[in-house]
């Protein structure tokens, strides 16, 4: 047996172990919480004995008794012995040792004998901890966010870097900061505009990039090469060297300050990128299936519709969603083109308040909520139809 392996393996797993554990800690004291001891080296000790103990008994116990039993013996020193802490802090101790454990049991003493697993653990539990790390870092300012809509303008004025959420006052007062922007800064009209804006941009702009990415993948024509290879070529410009002409060619037309002029703009500078997208995923899908269609006397829009749409679910569902994104978040172009507050997009409705000095504070961070959380649900809810769409096409076959 390594027992080399086993200590840097113990020592790597309690180490990280550690983190969470810290991580956790830190986030107790700015909700408010008076931790008066962090016990670290108690904490990596107990890891240390965690890790050792997983590999002494092997398969002898069933995992998720022991994750269990772990959990609620790592909760129950931490939370109760040392110092007592509320229920909330201690479910959060436990769904954190539970999560560890979780992690740590595919070691055994016979993995760790191998060639270069001490290596190949320390790469895993670095991969983990940049993982949770990059985590935190991401979703902190979302927390303070968050945070912040909760608070009164009082509690803001006496101690700014208060954290802390008080559930103990009533969800009226707790979600004023929303009920006042829906009724007095009318954010519900924000929203729908915002929806009919994106859903519009990724409905037009669907149904010119599929068979345009159809033609680019499977048609030829004259200038095909070039086309395919110079698609892109609108993102060489910033976005605000065509915003000026833009908007003397909208002001001319009578565009500005309309849904409509917001829906060519937006579909103009997600077409190329979309198109670029699907033309790959089609190139994959095998032209039997097209040359069989055609025996069956199919016309091009027969093969499109019938074939290559319902083979190209997840593709064309991570174009939509990514020009769903985009859409929902621009901010130049309708900072522009929008005038009339009766028009305004979400982010264009969050700079519109900015810039009144009266504005509360934690009504800023309500709408900012408001903003991320629907882009961010549904990015959680179709991930894996981005992540198929994206590298689907990829290798050919």
Do not use: H
């Amino acid at each position: 047996m390594k027992v080399k392996n086993i200590i840097i393996y113990c020592i790597v797993s309690s180490l990280f172990l550690f983190s969470l554990v810290s991580i956790w800690k830190i986030l107790s004291t700015l909700q408010g919480l008076e931790v008066k001891n962090f016990n670290f080296s108690l904490i990596f000790l107990i890891g240390f004995i965690i890790s050792l103990s997983y590999l002494i008994l092997g398969n002898k116990i069933n995992n998720k008794i022991k994750s269990i039993f772990f959990s609620l013996a790592f909760t129950f020193l931490d939370s109760y012995l040392i110092q007592s802490l509320p229920m909330w802090y201690s479910i959060g101790i436990f769904l954190i040792v539970y999560f560890f454990t979780s992690k740590i049991q595919k070691y055994s003493k016979e993995y760790l004998n191998q060639e270069y697993s001490s290596q190949i653990v320390l790469f895993d539990f670095l991969t983990l901890f940049g993982i949770v790390l990059f985590s935190f870092v991401i979703l902190f300012p979302f927390y303070m966010m968050l945070v912040t809509s909760f608070k009164t303008q009082i509690a803001l004025l006496v101690n700014p870097l208060d954290f802390s959420i008080n559930f103990n006052q009533d969800m009226k007062e707790l979600f004023k900061s929303y009920f006042v922007i829906f009724k007095t800064y009318k954010f519900g009209k924000f929203i729908l505009t915002s929806s009919i804006v994106s859903i519009g941009t990724v409905i037009i702009t669907l149904i010119f990039a599929i068979p345009a990415a159809y033609a680019v993948a499977r048609l030829n024509f004259f200038g095909k090469t070039f086309l395919s290879t110079s698609i892109l070529i609108i993102y060489m410009f910033p976005a605000i060297v065509l915003v000026i002409p833009l908007y003397t060619v909208f002001s001319q037309l009578g565009l500005r300050n309309s849904i409509e002029g917001l829906l060519i703009v937006y579909t103009a500078t997600t077409l190329p990128v979309a198109i670029y997208m699907l033309q790959g995923y089609f190139k994959s899908i095998p032209k039997e299936l097209e040359e069989a269609a055609i025996l069956d006397r199919q016309n091009w829009f027969g093969i499109i519709f019938k074939i290559i749409i319902p083979l190209s679910v997840p593709a064309i569902s991570s174009v939509a969603l990514y020009v769903f994104m985009i859409a929902w978040n621009e901010f130049l172009f309708s900072l522009m083109f929008l005038d009339n507050p009766n028009s305004f997009t979400l982010s264009r409705a969050i700079q519109y308040l900015s810039g009144d000095a009266e504005t509360p504070r934690q009504y800023l961070m309500a709408g900012s909520v408001i903003v991320t959380l629907p882009v961010l649900l549904i990015f959680v809810y179709f991930e894996k139809y981005l992540v198929s769409g994206l590298t689907a096409g990829s290798v050919k076959g």
